[in-house]
């Protein structure tokens, strides 16, 4: 048997054992009634939860009052006034003021009932409230008890309604708390007695509606009658409830009082039990009994708690921090070895781990730093190759032409410098393009309407759609109209998304089908540029966005890699669907906001972004 096992047999035992002991001393010493003590406890328990009721609902008010007089609340008013207000913009505003309030619910109501922003449910964004729009003057109303509908169930609120007047229009907050086994937990019993709800919110009895603080209560069947009883005459009564074989001993007095709604509606029922034993004699046993059972299991539990912590729970914390360690990056981590026994052999496991990741890491960096010099040596030099061999053949025919004294002597120069510098403007460019993506400025960002950015893309490519002499191709916009203004650098958007349609063109020398899409989902936007081109292997899929790759025969291998430095600086993320014959589709996915640091922008070497996904079609 595992030392787990053992250590879990031996917390069940002394559990059982406990509880045994505990309920054998409570049944043996509570035979005799205590009638005299029964009504005034019961009355003063009433007594209370009408207190704690009325006052529960009074701080519920003050908080819903708390959040009309808000600043914030005021501007939303003011907002929402305002002709063809936006009122998508406050769709969560509701969920992070009941946080803040420490409220269950908050639904914030325009003057029409329309639904705006609900904490307990904010799909029902635009729902109709027409019960709140009836009543005049809710800041003069108290709290009451309503049905609340949630995405998982119905529950029982005390709510507090308040309005906000802005002009003739009001703004209607509704907030409140559930009534449940937690309010049931703040009631301060006395010994002997407790107090159960009954939620009221579907027709005849609903066993799984009646709990105690702790959950459902427990033969909840006993209580049918009674519950039904004060469905019926909808008032406050008294019953003895017995269970169990032996009458004296599982015998309880509970008072009913019912829970009405504002429309007078019966929403629950508070039950107010209490225990038909002796209670000074209970009291007695009990207190002994739970400072005895107490103070064991409390230094048992010290000992056992302070060795499973030294022995298990310290290593396993450890390497539970060390594997955080490397996976935030720290490759270094490593955790001590305090023992030989399986913890220690798992720490010496994972030493052993972080240690050839590390070595792994290092050797993979330096083969990736010298391929990459590699390919921008072999780029480099494919790229100055063409314009120097013009230049060495423009400059030996002027030597040749000055040695020979032509009378058209003159004509080459002319012509010849002519060459000279049409092929050093093109080395030129060649050296501006690599030093244009090695100076990608950080993006700056504003609101920018996606569409039109792609519309001005495609506009600026309509010679090359339809060029003299070649097969056209078309071109088709599917633009999400409804799509929202998103935070982005629009200058190095538009450039990304002219490359993509630059590489989508070049992909379709024969003619073909260009498309690009917009679309919203989820706080983010999404842009496809799909042609009907060659198509790529998985291979070259693999290797697209590498600086300097390409598989054009003209090109210096940018223009993708320039689409996925933007991308990763706008935190997004790029992937490319392809297959041999079937053409291409990359699809971009930016998020609706951007974090931006209050000390400025992250430099590039600490940007972080999903690489590139390739998925073949």
């Not at 960096?365 to 013009?390: I, S």
Request: net charge negative; charged share 25%.
């Amino acid at each position: 048997m595992s030392f787990r096992t053992k250590l879990l047999a031996f917390f069940v035992t002394t559990i059982v054992a406990a509880v045994t002991l505990v309920a054998w001393g409570v049944s043996a010493y509570t035979r005799r009634a205590f009638e005299g003590f029964d009504r005034q406890r019961s009355d003063a328990l009433v007594a209370q939860f009408r207190r704690e009721y009325a006052q529960r609902g009074d701080e519920i008010a003050h908080r819903v009052q708390s959040i009309a007089d808000a600043e914030a609340t005021l501007r939303m008013a003011m907002d929402l006034n305002r002709p063809q207000a936006d009122v998508s913009q406050y769709y969560n505003d509701a969920r992070g003021i009941a946080q803040t309030q420490q409220i269950d619910f908050l639904d914030i109501v325009a003057d029409d009932g329309t639904l705006i922003s609900s904490s307990e449910w904010p799909a029902r964004f635009g729902y109709k409230n027409d019960w709140v729009t009836a009543e005049p003057d809710w800041n003069s109303k108290g709290a009451f008890l309503r049905r609340v509908d949630t995405p998982d169930a119905v529950d029982l609120g005390f709510l507090a309604v308040r309005t906000v007047r802005i002009g003739d229009k009001r703004l209607f907050l509704i907030g409140g708390q559930r009534l449940d086994q937690k309010f049931l937990a703040t009631l301060v019993l006395p010994e002997g007695m407790r107090t159960l709800l009954y939620r009221n919110l579907e027709q005849g009895f609903a066993p799984a509606e009646l709990t105690d603080p702790h959950g459902p209560a427990s033969q909840s069947e006993l209580f049918s009658p009674m519950i039904a009883d004060v469905q019926k005459n909808r008032r406050e009564l008294q019953r003895t409830i017995t269970s169990g074989v032996a009458p004296d001993t599982n015998s309880e007095t509970f008072n009913a009082i019912p829970l009405v709604g504002r429309d007078a509606d019966l929403l629950g029922v508070l039950l107010v039990g209490s225990s038909r034993q002796s209670l000074i004699e209970m009291l007695t046993f009990i207190r002994a009994l739970a400072l005895l059972v107490g103070g064991a299991v409390i230094l048992l539990g010290m000992i056992l708690g302070w060795w499973v912590s030294a022995r298990v729970t310290r290593p396993i914390e450890e390497l539970a921090a060390g594997a955080r360690d490397v996976a935030a990056g720290h490759w270094a981590a490593r955790v001590e070895v305090r023992s030989r026994d399986e913890i220690g052999q798992l720490a010496d496991a994972f030493n052993d781990m972080t240690r050839q990741l590390a070595e792994q890491r290092e050797r993979l960096v330096q083969t990736e730093r010298v391929a990459a010099w590699r390919e921008l040596a072999r780029r480099l030099a494919h790229e100055l190759k063409n314009p120097l061999f013009p230049l060495q053949l423009t400059v030996e025919n002027l030597q040749r032409a000055r040695e020979q004294t032509s009378e058209q002597f003159d004509e080459i120069f002319f012509e010849s410098t002519a060459t000279l510098r049409a092929e050093l403007e093109n080395l030129k460019s060649i050296v501006g393009r690599f030093s244009d993506f090695a100076k990608m400025p950080p993006p700056e960002f504003e609101p920018v309407d996606l569409n039109e950015l792609v519309r001005g893309a495609v506009k600026l490519f309509e010679p090359q759609l339809a060029p003299v002499g070649r097969p056209p191709i078309t071109p088709e916009l599917y633009l999400d109209e409804n799509l929202p203004r998103l935070q982005a650098d629009p200058t190095l958007l538009r450039r990304a998304i002219e490359n993509l349609i630059l590489n989508s063109l070049d992909a379709m020398p024969a003619g073909g089908m260009l498309t690009v899409r917009t679309a919203h989902r989820a706080g983010a936007v999404r842009i496809e540029v799909t042609d009907t081109g060659e198509g790529l292997t998985p291979e070259e899929c693999a290797r697209l966005f590498t600086p300097y790759y390409t598989t054009k025969r003209h090109g210096t291998g940018l223009g993708l890699a320039i689409v996925q430095s933007v991308v990763s600086d706008h935190n997004g993320r790029i992937e490319v669907e392809s297959a041999p014959g079937a053409g291409a589709t990359f699809r971009i996915e930016l998020p609706m906001e951007q974090n931006n640091s209050p000390e400025g922008p992250i430099p590039a070497e600490e940007r972080s972004a999903d690489p590139p996904v390739f998925t073949a079609a």
